[in-house]
Each structure stands twice: as C-alpha cells, then as structure tokens.
C-alpha cells in the first residue's frame, strides 16, 4: 500500500467531494481545494492530475508557505541569469517545469500581493516572464490551489485579489473535517493500524478495545487525518502484544508528568509549581445526567478501562497506580465485566 495516495473513507461527506474532485479531473480549468490541516488537500490534488489527460505529463507542487517573498516569485516564474544577488544562473521556474502538466499551489492565500498579480497574468494568458526577461514564454498548466483560509473574506478584506479568486474558482472542492465524516474514524483506525501492524511483524491485527475505540471517536481531531494517522501509528508501535486489542491511545505525545517546566525569567518571582495529577477520564456532562449509580459506575469503568490499558493489563501496576489494593482491583473488575480473557493478572 502506497502510504502517501490512499483514499479511505466510507462517509457521505467524504465521497461527494472524492466524487466532485474525479469530476472535475478531466477538465482543463483551475479548482481549489478548501480544508482544514490534515484534510487530504495533497491527495485531491493529485487525483485531479491522474484522472485528467495530464496525467503522464509532470505534477509540479509548491508550498507558497515554505518561501520568503522575496524567493517566491523567482520560483513560479524563474529568472534569467543576473537577474538579482546570487542568480548566478538562468533558472526556470515551476510554472515551465509543469508545462503540460499540473501546478499545486498549496497555502495559496500566503502569496503576496505582487506575487498574485503574476499569477494573475499567467492564469488569463498562459504566458510568464522570468524575473530579469524582455520576453514571455507561453505555457500550458492546469493550476490547482489549495487554503485553508477563507478567500472571499479575505477578497473582500482586500488581502486577497478578488480577479484571481474569481479566475481560480471555476470549482472549488471543500474537504470535510474528520469530526464530521460519520463512521470513517473506525475504517481509517483500522486502516493505518493494520499497516503499522504489518510494519512492525504482528502475525494476526488484535484490533482496538472498546474504550479505545470510543476514545477515538470523542476526540475533535484538530489535525483531521493526518493527525488520526499519528495517534494510531503510536499506539500501535508501543502497544507490545498482538494477542490483545489495543487498550490505550495516547492523543498528546508531550504530555507527561515530568514536562519541563516554563523558565523563569529575570525580575520573576520563583515559586514552586506544584507536582502535577495524572488526570482521570474525562466525566460525563453534568446536565446529561439522569440516573446517578449508572453514571458513576460508567465514569469508574471508563477509568479502570484506560488504567488497564495504560499498564497493558498488569493488574498489580493497575493497581498501585489507582492506589487500590491488588483485592480491591480485583473486586472492581468483577463488577464490571472486566474480568474476562484479555486480563493477565500476572
């Protein structure tokens, strides 16, 4: 399995811009991709080149982001030789070398606005001047641009070109966020963790419990997929036993009881920070609340779950770190349900 190209996903919202996107591959006009960090940009980007006429000509990407202002120019239209300090040679920039093919042009909306009044120009007559030329050379690209801004806003704010937000809105493709593709967190969990599995020489794929999995599915996802791909591929990598589902997730890699604390600086006062509380499982909203024995036996479930996860089922440890008596553990579970197969009390 190619690890950058997978498209994985079962959800409504998922689909509809997949398909939108393979619709409009074949055209010739530009598109934008709209989406959160860590949405898939990049892979609608390159199913539009693959699925159009272009796709044995060169798929040219740029990170707008990545460059200085000053540089940007030089990299989408070129330069001739002396053109500024350093242009020790003529170069040509990315808008030649995707001649025939596509351009990405991701984090469009950090281009300047010198660097979009070029663009424009390309865009409208297909034509681009090295920085340092008399002439134009003409080429043939099929732009796609990706953001995570919001254009028209910033269009109307005057931070962005309206004309080149008009010229480059023949489609526009917005990716869903992961909180809102229903059902995908379970396919894509599965996906990323089978292949870390395979990675790392598990001979069967044990899965996730179920406290695990319902912890996947609460989180908001900030990071989107990418992020779900991390978290997943942690968990699988420090979770040492194929036999048994993957009982703990880990969603911050920084937190950590001996984080370092802030320094203080000169003219502070120093005062000693008080040791940090492993944090229980996050209850249940209070207004929710309805019958209070249940309630309290499910946030004591939820806890014990993650504890025993956490330990990797080691029921003394477990025990010790809820400072509970290895007995009183034991009692616990029982009630529970926790006393099954998938505990070594060892």
Same mark, same amino acid.
């Given at each position: 399995?190619?690890?950058?190209?997978?498209?994985?996903?079962?959800?409504?919202?998922?689909?509809?811009?997949?398909?939108?996107?393979?619709?409009?591959?074949?055209?010739?006009?530009?598109?934008?991709?709209?989406?959160?960090?860590?949405?898939?940009?990049?892979?609608?980007?390159?199913?539009?080149?693959r699925?159009?006429?272009?796709?044995?000509?060169?798929?040219?990407?740029?990170?707008?982001?990545?460059?200085?202002?000053?540089?940007?120019?030089?990299?989408?239209?070129?330069?001739?030789?002396?053109?500024?300090?350093?242009a020790?040679?003529?170069?040509?920039?990315?808008?030649?070398? &995707?001649?025939?093919?596509?351009?990405?042009? $991701?984090?469009?909306?950090?281009?300047?606005?010198?660097?979009?009044?070029?663009?424009?120009?390309?865009?409208?007559?297909?034509?681009?001047?090295?920085?340092?030329?008399?002439?134009?050379?003409?080429?043939?690209?099929?732009?796609?641009?990706?953001?995570?801004?919001?254009?028209?806003?910033?269009?109307?704010?005057?931070?962005?070109?309206? $004309?080149?937000?008009?010229?480059?809105?023949?489609?526009?493709?917005?990716?869903? @966020?992961?909180?809102?593709?229903?059902?995908?967190?379970?396919?894509?969990?599965?996906?990323?963790?089978r292949?870390?599995?395979?990675?790392?020489?598990?001979?069967?794929w044990?899965?996730?419990?179920?406290?695990?999995?319902?912890?996947?599915?609460?989180?908001?996802?900030?990071?989107?997929?990418r992020?779900?791909?991390?978290?997943?591929e942690?968990?699988?990598?420090?979770?040492?036993?194929?036999?048994?589902?993957?009982?703990?997730?880990?969603? $911050?890699?920084?937190?950590?009881?001996?984080?370092?604390? *802030?320094?203080?600086?000169?003219?502070e006062?120093?005062?000693?920070? @008080?040791?940090?509380? *492993?944090?229980?499982?996050?209850?249940?909203?209070?207004?929710?609340? &309805?019958?209070?024995?249940?309630?309290?036996?499910?946030?004591?479930?939820?806890?014990l779950?993650?504890?025993?996860?956490?330990?990797?089922?080691?029921?003394?440890q477990?025990?010790?770190?809820?400072?509970?008596?290895?007995?009183?553990?034991?009692?616990?579970?029982?009630?529970?349900?926790?006393?099954?197969s998938?505990? $070594? *009390?060892?």
């Amino acid at each position: 399995m190619d690890r950058g190209t997978q498209f994985v996903g079962q959800s409504g919202a998922f689909l509809d811009a997949v398909e939108r996107a393979s619709r409009a591959a074949p055209m010739r006009r530009p598109v934008l991709v709209i989406g959160e960090r860590g949405t898939g940009k990049e892979l609608i980007a390159e199913r539009l080149h693959r699925l159009s006429a272009r796709w044995g000509e060169p798929l040219i990407t740029l990170n707008c982001a990545a460059l200085p202002e000053t540089l940007i120019e030089a990299e989408l239209f070129g330069h001739e030789q002396g053109a500024f300090t350093g242009a020790t040679r003529a170069r040509a920039g990315r808008f030649e070398e &995707a001649d025939k093919g596509t351009l990405f042009l $991701d984090e469009l909306a950090t281009l300047s606005m010198a660097a979009q009044e070029r663009l424009l120009r390309a865009v409208e007559y297909g034509e681009v001047t090295r920085i340092g030329a008399s002439k134009p050379v003409r080429v043939d690209v099929r732009i796609v641009a990706a953001t995570n801004e919001d254009l028209p806003a910033l269009a109307e704010a005057g931070k962005f070109r309206a $004309d080149l937000l008009d010229r480059l809105s023949f489609e526009v493709i917005t990716l869903p @966020p992961l909180r809102v593709r229903d059902g995908d967190i379970p396919v894509l969990a599965d996906y990323f963790g089978r292949r870390m599995g395979t990675e790392l020489g598990w001979e069967r794929w044990p899965g996730f419990s179920d406290h695990a999995m319902a912890a996947l599915e609460e989180h908001q996802w900030p990071g989107n997929v990418r992020e779900l791909r991390n978290v997943i591929e942690r968990a699988v990598y420090r979770w040492d036993d194929w036999e048994r589902p993957i009982a703990h997730i880990v969603f $911050d890699p920084f937190e950590s009881p001996w984080k370092p604390l *802030p320094p203080v600086h000169p003219g502070e006062a120093q005062t000693d920070a @008080p040791a940090r509380i *492993p944090q229980a499982a996050p209850a249940a909203r209070l207004d929710t609340v &309805a019958d209070l024995r249940a309630a309290v036996d499910a946030h004591e479930k939820a806890i014990l779950e993650q504890a025993l996860g956490r330990h990797r089922y080691n029921q003394r440890q477990t025990a010790k770190a809820l400072n509970l008596s290895y007995d009183q553990l034991r009692h616990a579970m029982k009630k529970h349900g926790l006393s099954d197969s998938r505990v $070594d *009390p060892a």
